[in-house]
């Protein structure tokens, strides 16, 4: 079993920023690729970005390229979202997951293990 437990939503003016962390525990980090997806309001749950196990390798969803990096600490069992020039539209509940195998994927059924979410509003 893998538990996940994200911080650092909020709310935040668009153009500004916020840094989301996911804390793992449960089972050797560096055996998990991750992934950060997120579901506003009456939408379907989307991929964000994507990292393997190692963190030289990063997937982005076209909406975020350019704003968001996704990056991981394996000595503290920790994935990180940075979103920068943050919009209305990426408004959500944000989920961290993981995948146990070392590279990631951009559907959720990829992902064996998801986090309880943490909210992020953008207002304008």
């Known amino acids: 079993q893998v538990q996940l437990v994200e911080s650092g939503g909020g709310l935040v003016q668009a153009g500004g920023s916020l840094r989301l962390s996911c804390a793992a525990s449960?089972?050797?980090?560096?055996?998990?690729?991750m992934g950060w997806f997120r579901q506003a309001p009456g939408k379907e749950r989307e991929f964000v970005a994507g990292?393997?196990?190692?963190?030289?390798?990063?997937y982005y969803a076209d909406s975020v390229k350019g704003r968001f990096t996704i990056s991981r600490d394996n000595a503290k069992n920790t994935v990180y979202l940075q979103m920068n020039s943050l919009k209305r539209e990426d408004t959500a509940v944000y989920y961290c997951?993981?995948?146990?195998?070392?590279?990631?994927?951009?559907?959720?059924?990829?992902?064996?293990?998801w986090g309880q979410g943490t909210q992020v509003t953008v207002s304008s």
């Open positions: 997951a993981a995948k146990v195998e070392y590279y990631t994927g951009t559907y959720d059924h990829d992902y064996n293990y």
């Open positions: 990292i393997n196990w190692s963190g030289r390798n990063t």
């Open positions: 449960g089972r050797t980090f560096r055996t998990l690729a």
